[in-house]
């Protein structure tokens, strides 16, 4: 399938089609309707026909999305041709999570090196993958064929760190560390800040429970 040109949000949208189709297969059957795909995603039905049809997909009025075909279409505009090896830097107990999470799932994203500054960590191996000095990121990187890192060091330390990625020759940064960084515009970052999205949701939060108390 030839890649059209979408939004991120159209693309954050379609992973997130994705997982609600393969956790939802039983509930689905053989085909599904916009609106159950909204209804599961909390989106409108609209929404979903249009982020679909940007893809070139397109149901019937009368059955639905085929779901293998809806699946196979979203694994072709969303997925790397082969594996897609990834690395993360900082292996401290939320890089270890991260780790966790992400080995041995059915996904063409990989993970295949760890690094840290700590000499306690740096030889060991942490959910299946061994972790380098950052002294060695640029021939590990170059030698696994990694494009692709997060970053889950403290702020003070991002920037740097992520300087050392791009000299290295990664392109895509997930960024878990609280800070902006300043790179060029030819990388794409995508920030992960927990504490901004606490604070949203407690201000969300304690608005809703003024609205009640009206």
Do not use: W
């Amino acid at each position: 399938m030839k890649k059209r040109k979408v939004s991120a949000r159209s693309v954050e949208r379609l992973s997130i089609y994705r997982r609600a189709l393969l956790h939802g297969l039983q509930e689905y059957g053989a085909s599904v309707y916009s609106h159950e795909i909204a209804h599961s995603c909390q989106l409108t039905a609209a929404q979903v026909r249009r982020d679909l049809m940007a893809i070139g997909y397109s149901g019937n009025p009368n059955s639905g999305y085929n779901v293998k075909r809806l699946l196979a279409s979203l694994a072709a505009f969303l997925d790397c041709h082969n594996s897609c090896a990834v690395a993360i830097v900082g292996m401290g107990y939320l890089g270890r999570a991260i780790a966790a999470h992400l080995t041995g799932r059915p996904s063409k994203i990989r993970l295949t090196a760890a690094f840290d500054v700590d000499l306690d960590k740096i030889g060991l191996t942490f959910s299946g993958v061994r972790c380098h000095s950052v002294r060695h990121m640029p021939e590990v990187l170059a030698d696994k064929h990694i494009e692709i890192a997060l970053i889950t060091v403290p702020a003070e330390q991002a920037q740097h760190v992520a300087e050392q990625l791009v000299a290295a020759g990664v392109v895509g940064i997930l960024n878990f560390a609280p800070v902006v960084l300043r790179l060029h515009e030819r990388i794409y970052v995508e920030n992960i800040d927990m504490i901004v999205s606490l604070e949203k949701v407690a201000f969300f939060a304690r608005a809703g429970q003024r609205r009640k108390a009206r």
